[in-house]
């Protein structure tokens, strides 16, 4: 079956960065994108942006940008997302979720998604 | 004025139905998108439930029962998830989202009670 498995949960400092992974499984891993949304404590979703894992391009929502990069690595079909210069306002669980549709046209649902990857940014 | 409000609570008995508004900002027509709703369970990750254009373009999540639908108000600039034969089990948040100008937007999600 179509999985997406993430990383474990992760205590960071601030100042400091966290690469949080993304493993899929039960398809073909380019023939999909990966969003990537954050939900903080207690609060709603907030999509993030979305990587074309065919040509890798990302494409990043207003307000991650610069400290948000993703990436992949096709041979182990796994997505990153990787966060720099870790903030309080950081604290949040961050989920992977995999494009079905267009997401290029603006027409993909989110589906499945993964298991979420706690990331507390705490000195 | 967000681009999607969705009440943040709403309660209803089992057995009966459930409609769950997402209404769209003013001047963004909900008749030209496709609303997507998802359900989240406390401590797990949200799940596909429906996309929802018209009549004639939409689509159920594999394995969402049927009791799960959706349509829109036009009137109201807004979608609507219905959720009937309501069960315990469906106590969760509920989210919809919308593809506008290139973005993904979350509606603020609704907590449905089930008493």
Known sequence: QVQLVQSGSELKEPGASVKVSCKASGYTFTSNAINWVRQAPGQGLEWMGWINTDTRNPTYAQGFTGRFVFSLDTSVRTAYLHISSLEAEDTAVYYCARGV?????GSCSFDPWGQGTLVTVSS | QAVLTQPSSLSASPGTSASLTCTLRS???VGTYT???????????????LRYKSDSDKQRGSGVPSRFSGSKDASANAGIL??????????????????????????????????
């Open chain 2, 82 to 115: 219905l959720i009937s034969g309501l069960q315990s089990e469906d106590e969760a948040d509920y989210y919809c989202m919308i593809w506008h100008s290139s973005a993904v937007v979350f509606g603020g999600g609704t907590k449905l009670t089930v008493l």
């Open chain 1, 101 to 105: 549709g267009f997401c290029s046209v």
């Open chain 2, 27 to 29: 001047g963004i027509n």
């Open chain 2, 35 to 49: 609303i997507y709703w998802y359900q989240q369970k406390p401590g797990s990750p949200p799940q596909y439930l």
